[in-house]
């Protein structure tokens, strides 16, 4: 069966160092997103992208964010100068439909800011 | 926006017995998913259910658009059913006339002990 994948699984980073997050999203799907959990918490919206554009972001989603399909097949997330806050799992998903279609979800990356 | 509401929010069973996780939602909604969230943090997709039943295994569920909420049942829990259930749903206006993004509840954390 078709899987989103993630890497890393884990990182761990010095506070202020740039991170990206990388996913694979299955392969005829169009439509990508980001969502974050931090630890105990609700999961959240962060931005969904289609087309080669940020379709839809969330007020978490600030300037230190940023995302890009550099080819392909990838999905990155990227962050400029890591907070301590900003330590959390960090879920990438697709789907092939907006609006009434399935969101697959990859395993996660777990982020650490030290 | 649309609120989620998941109960209960902890539930502790022994191995064999079963359960039903409940999700109420406070909008009409172009989709529904479950989600189980292991212990490792990993976020597995269990169904897609904006309406009617479903099963698979153990597992099934059931969304009543209607009336505005949804169950999940875990017939004969074992260990491995461990872990956080998520209902998200989707219900705002995107550009095409869905809705792109999924709003999560605060989960239901299930412990099945041996």
């Known amino acids: 069966e078709p899987e989103v994948t993630q890497t890393p699984s884990h990182q761990v980073t010095q506070m202020g160092q740039e991170v990206i997050l990388r996913c694979v999203p299955i392969?005829?799907?169009?439509?990508f997103y980001w969502y974050r959990q931090i630890l105990g918490q609700k999961v959240e919206f962060l931005v969904s992208?289609?087309?080669?554009?940020?379709?839809?972001k969330s007020e978490i989603f600030d300037d230190q964010f940023s995302v890009e399909r550099p080819d392909g097949s990838n999905f990155t997330l990227k962050i400029r100068s890591t907070k301590l806050e900003d330590s959390a799992m960090y879920f990438c998903?697709?789907?092939?439909?907006?609006?009434?279609?399935?969101?697959?979800f990859g395993e996660g990356s777990r982020l650490t800011v030290l | 926006g649309i609120q989620v509401e998941q109960s209960p929010p902890d539930l502790i069973l022994q191995e064999g017995a079963n359960s039903t996780l409940r999700c109420n939602f406070s909008?009409?909604?172009?989709?529904l998913q479950w989600f189980h969230q292991n212990p490792w943090g990993q976020l597995i997709n269990l169904f897609y259910?904006?309406?009617g039943t479903k099963q698979n295994g153990r597992l099934s569920a059931t969304t009543v658009a209607t009336e505005r909420y949804s169950l999940l049942y875990i017939s004969s829990s074992q260990t491995t059913d461990s872990g956080v259930y998520f209902c998200?749903?989707?219900?705002?206006?995107?550009?095409?006339?869905?809705?792109?993004?999924?709003?999560f509840g605060k989960g239901t954390k299930l412990t099945v002990n041996p």
């Open positions: 998903a697709s789907s092939w439909l907006v609006g009434t279609g399935e969101l697959f």
């Open positions: 992208f289609y087309n080669n554009e940020i379709s839809e």
């Open positions: 259910i904006p309406s």
């Open positions: 392969s005829n799907h169009l439509y």
């Open positions: 909008d009409s909604v172009n989709n």
């Open positions: 998200a749903v989707d219900a705002s206006e995107g550009p095409q006339g869905g809705s792109e993004k999924l709003v």
